[in-house]
């Protein structure tokens, strides 16, 4: 393999010894269809007191709004979920269940620092100019994974993957 494809197994066989488990590659733009559905939810009220949401919704629909030069994009994604089954917590009725995403160190915290390895491996090898993201800044990571081809938008808005869950 060589070009385009071998950087991206080389991208992808780093992420996955950095600790991610999903990682696909997509062009810096979302379908039309993206924005359009933000603008209905926003018009619609449904984002609430998230004033944040409207306020850079631009941005949000189009990642080159947010950074001109972009090209591509690097998705990334990895399994929270421990490796017993949360669900049987339910059944021991004087404990209380928590989310498992929030059960242990903040995975902004946690990804980023991944994030930021892969990054410096990636300018270190192929050169170029990288941000990272873990869902604070302006991007819909969503519809972009699901473009990169990691999952998809169920109805309950979160990312779904056949691997993963």
Not at 20 to 46: I, M, N, V, Y
Not at 106 to 123: F, G, P, Q, S, T
């Amino acid at each position: 393999m060589s070009g385009r494809d071998g950087l991206k197994e080389r991208i992808r066989e780093e992420a996955a010894r950095i600790g991610f488990d999903a990682c696909g590659f997509t062009e810096a733009h979302l379908p039309q269809a993206a924005g359009e559905r933000l603008a209905a939810f926003l018009s619609g009220g449904a984002h609430g007191d998230m004033d944040w949401l409207e306020n850079r919704a631009g941005e949000r629909s189009d990642p080159q709004t947010l950074w001109p030069e972009a090209k591509s994009v690097i998705m990334l994604g990895a399994n929270y979920g421990p490796a017993d089954n949360p669900l049987d917590l339910l059944e021991q009725k004087t404990r209380g269940a928590i989310s498992v995403y929030a059960r242990n160190r903040d995975y902004h915290d946690v990804v980023k620092k991944r994030l930021k390895r892969l990054a410096r491996w990636l300018v270190e090898t192929a050169g170029g100019d990288v941000k990272v993201f873990v869902d604070t800044a302006p991007v819909m990571e969503k519809p972009l994974a699901g473009k990169a081809g990691i999952g998809w938008q169920g109805k309950h808005t979160n990312l779904v993957s056949r691997e993963y869950g």
